[in-house]
């Protein structure tokens, strides 16, 4: 018994046909352990995903990335682009923390936490069923004359899908526009906000690409982690896999192994591959096979875990070790990064300052002063208003500001150009050298500070 004209081989990709067509899967429904916890899980972070531009932390939604205005938000830390630097840290934290689960549990995430695996499974797979019935109805419509029936079924699929793809459209931009002016984009005419328009458009239509046909293709063949994942686990890795000592020879005569050569994990493949044939790129560890074929033994009144979770050595009867050089290394690169990280935000202030001389003349010589030029910029990122000192700080005495505001009052999450000029006698100048201007806040509990040059003619004999 085949579930499909297409027969799974580890020689070809199993969506592509011999003439380079795309073969499109039809995955069969499943029911299971593994199966139910996914759903849960699935939607519990699609509520997570929708929620998180909803959920204020210290004034801000728990991600909000301010693109247009260099302000990012991420659960309650508000970073201005000046520190972006700590996003690298951030970035490669988590790709580290990927590396390192990836080496342990296989593919865990794209079965289990992966925005495309999640929607795809949890919302649009199931709309699809809902609308043209299990994997063999949907191949029959696939196959049948277009009648007024096959067109509704079509039309309102599609017309779903394209709703649903806007609608994570919208989802995806709340990180990056805000709720009150998505809002108010949304009740305007195209016309008055074109780049929003497009953008939602844009990503939508991508979405529906994605979602309504692309689907196994984006882990197949586009996506970067999917890619390198072989590179990552070893015999020792958590993968799902088929148990062939037990299994083989397949077929149901006497002496045959457990295996009833039945397909169904084949026919509940999300990526149409056949895991008997041992672990492939394609299999994003879903576990849909390890629960078609539980319900296969039950049934059988066999044990379960003909396929299951369990490394390639546990397969073959050799032991497992969690604890191996690559998981050390791992965890000594993950610490090391943990640790460079929580020194880099310990080094995170709630204001900033920056100081650059201003074009023209390095120096003016007036009156046998020396006068330098520059401008301050102040940044606040709290999310109240709040007064700042300059004050400055010389290794030479007589280095004195001309004309500065004893406070400046910069609005929550604001900045101010703040003009400065430094005068010295030249008496007392010793040749160029480097002061530090700080900023201050009113209550003194937070400071930042910068250094910069005081220029001048060469020093008096
Ligand atoms: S579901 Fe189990 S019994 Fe059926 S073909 Fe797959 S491995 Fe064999
Ligand atoms: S082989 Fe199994 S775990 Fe891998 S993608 Fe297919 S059904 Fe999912």
Redesign the pocket.
Known sequence: MKPTSKEPTRDTVTTINEDGSRYFIHTADVRGLFTTLRRLSGWGLILFYVALPWIPIGGHPALFLDVANRQFHIFGLSLVAQDMWLAFFLITGLGFFLFYLTSLFGRVWCGWACPQTVFLDHVFRRVERLIEGDAHARRQLDQAEWTPGKVFKRVVKHAVYLVLSLAVAHIFLSYFVSLPRLYSAMHQAPWENATLFLLVFGIGAALYFDFAWFREQFCIILCPYGRIQSALIDDHSIVIG?DEKR?EP?GKGQGAG?????????QVCPTGIDI?QGLQMECIGCSN?VD??DE??TRLKRPKG??RYDSLNGLAGRATRLVRPRTILYTVLMLVGAGVMLWAFSTFRTLGVGIVRLPGAPYYLNEGQVRNQYMVRLINKAAHARTFKIHIESPHPGLAPVGLPVSIEIPAEGEVQQLLVLMMPEKNFPGGFRFTVEAITDDGKATASKQADFLGPDPLP
């Open positions: 088929y299994g397949r457990d295996c009833v050569d039945c397909h169904r994990c084949v008997r096979c078609a074929c296969v033994m003909l396929v």
